[in-house]
């Protein structure tokens, strides 16, 4: 039977998944016995739709990309529009919610009171949003295993690589001691381009364009992006109670071109480093820029790639490289851990 799914919010990251059902269905059907419809959409900004039965999703796309609106979207008997995001997630007949609306990440709202009326009316959540994760992982994961459903979080550090995953499931029965990590593409980009001789601020225009950055950079340059991973990764991974502000925080709006020009010359690279330690006082944290030697695994990591290293008492050091963001990327981030619910992973 296909898995009903009702999209909370409907910009970039949810067109992609609505794009990864559409050209994938064939072989998510016969590869993995994975079928997916979309029950409803609701969005702030471009309406909302709901049919039992499911929507047509190459109509949705093709609506969404002519007009930027769902209004457009036909007339068909059952339809309903308007509902609002809770309405959708109370009385829509979705299996689960994909939350992925523009959340405020000081308070994590919206995004933290849908999933609690998620959970709480018995669906599971699917999200690549930060915000929940990061304020809210104790409470919302008890609330998820009290109303026998699934939470969904692989997107919320590092997109559509598996961040998470891997060492939640493959790396299971190591006790991970360190995590470091370049966990913000935006900052990446601009720090390789200075080094190839851009300034800062051509560089930060370059990853605007190129749709790095979130709405408000100083997220990204500040270091508070790769702050809220880390906690999710120290929370989640550690199993540690991190709060956002026993994180040291540090970014790379002071660096000048000449602190980059005197890395070069030590046979050094400048990266945001994020570093979660666990020693005998608890977990220790901070986001901070480093020089870091060359032949460190993560010097070569450039441009807007992530990378994280887990250290392990079994396995070692593993790495893990790959993009941080982007619409098909995080698009697949919903999807996996849709495929996990499914087969009964997660
Ligand atoms: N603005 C973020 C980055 C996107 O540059 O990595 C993903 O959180």
């Not at 016969?30 to 997916?36: D, K, L, Q, R, T």
């Not at 979080?153 to 990590?181: D, H, Q, Y």
């Not at 601020?201 to 709405?215: M, P, S």
Request: hydrophobic share 40%; with cysteine.
């Amino acid at each position: 039977m296909a898995h009903k799914l009702a999209l909370i919010g409907f910009g970039t990251v949810g067109q992609g998944l609505a794009e990864i059902l559409l050209e994938k269905a064939d072989p998510l059907r016969e590869e993995e016995g994975f079928e997916a419809k979309i029950v409803a959409i609701s969005d702030m900004m471009k309406g909302s739709l709901y049919h039992p039965d499911g929507l047509d999703i190459r109509k949705v796309l093709e609506v969404t990309r002519e007009t930027g609106s769902l209004e457009g979207y036909p007339d068909t008997p059952g339809l309903i529009r308007g509902w609002d995001s809770f309405e959708t997630i109370e009385k829509s007949n979705a299996d689960t919610i994909v939350e992925i609306t523009f959340t405020d990440i000081k308070t994590g709202q919206p995004a933290i009171d849908h999933c609690r009326a998620a959970f709480e009316n018995g669906k599971n959540v699917v999200t690549s949003n930060k915000g929940p994760v990061a304020l809210a992982y104790p409470e919302l994961s008890e609330l998820a295993r009290k109303n026998g459903v699934k939470w969904g979080i692989e997107g919320s550090v590092m997109s559509g690589t598996p961040a998470l995953r891997i060492p939640r499931v493959s790396l299971a029965g190591n006790e991970i001691k360190e995590i470091r990590g370049i966990l913000n593409g935006t900052t990446n980009y601009i720090l390789t381009k200075m080094e190839e001789g851009l300034t800062y601020d051509e560089a930060l225009k370059k990853a605007q364009e190129l749709g790095y950055a979130e709405a408000d950079p100083t997220s990204d340059v500040e270091g508070y992006d790769a702050l809220y991973k880390v906690v999710i990764l120290a929370n989640v991974i550690m199993k540690a109670s991190l709060t956002r502000d026993q994180v040291e925080r540090k970014g790379i709006t002071g660096l000048t071109p000449d602190d980059i020009e005197q890395a070069r010359q030590e046979g050094k690279r400048w990266k945001l480093l994020a570093e979660i330690k666990k020693g005998q006082d608890g977990v220790r944290a901070s986001v901070s820029p480093v020089k870091i030697p060359l032949d460190d695994p993560l010097a070569g990591v450039t441009d807007a790639t992530n990378a994280v290293t887990y250290v392990c008492d079994l396995a070692g050091p593993v790495t893990l490289v790959g993009a941080g963001a982007g619409r098909t990327e995080t698009g697949f981030s919903l999807l996996i851990d849709l495929i996990n619910i499914e087969r009964g992973h997660l």
